[in-house]
C-alpha cells in the first residue's frame, strides 16, 4: 500500500501472511527507493512490514534502517447468530 502522510510524505505498507523473513526487508526497500527517484520529491518516505509473526531475521533487518518499521497484527473471529445482532 502506499499512503501519504498529512504533510505529504510517503509511507509504503508491506502486508505479509504467515511467516515472513529479512527477504522483505529487500523488497520493501526497493519500493522506498522507486517512490523516492520518482515520486517524493523532496518529500520523507518511510516503511512499515505487517506481518503476523514474530521472526528475529526480520526484527534486526529493519533495526539497520531508521526509516523500516514492522509491526504486528492478531485476527480475532467470533461468529454470532442473527438473533444476536438483532439484539
Not at 517512490?35 to 526480520?58: M, P
Not at 529493519?62 to 445482532?85: G, P, Q
Request: proline share 1%; net charge positive; glycine share 6%.
Amino acid at each position: 500500500l502506499l499512503c501519504v502522510k498529512p504533510n505529504g510524505d510517503f509511507v509504503i505498507i508491506e502486508l505479509k501472511k504467515g511467516r515472513s523473513s529479512d527477504a522483505v526487508v529487500g523488497q520493501i526497500s526497493r519500493y522506498i527507493g522507486w517512490i523516492k527517484e520518482n515520486l517524493a520529491g523532496d518529500k520523507k518516505v518511510f516503511g512499515i512490514v505487517v506481518t503476523h509473526e514474530f521472526d528475529k531475521k526480520l526484527r534486526y533487518a529493519i533495526l539497520a534502517n531508521d526509516k523500516l518499521k514492522v509491526l504486528y497484527y492478531k485476527i480475532h473471529l467470533k461468529l454470532i447468530s442473527e438473533e444476536e445482532i438483532q439484539n
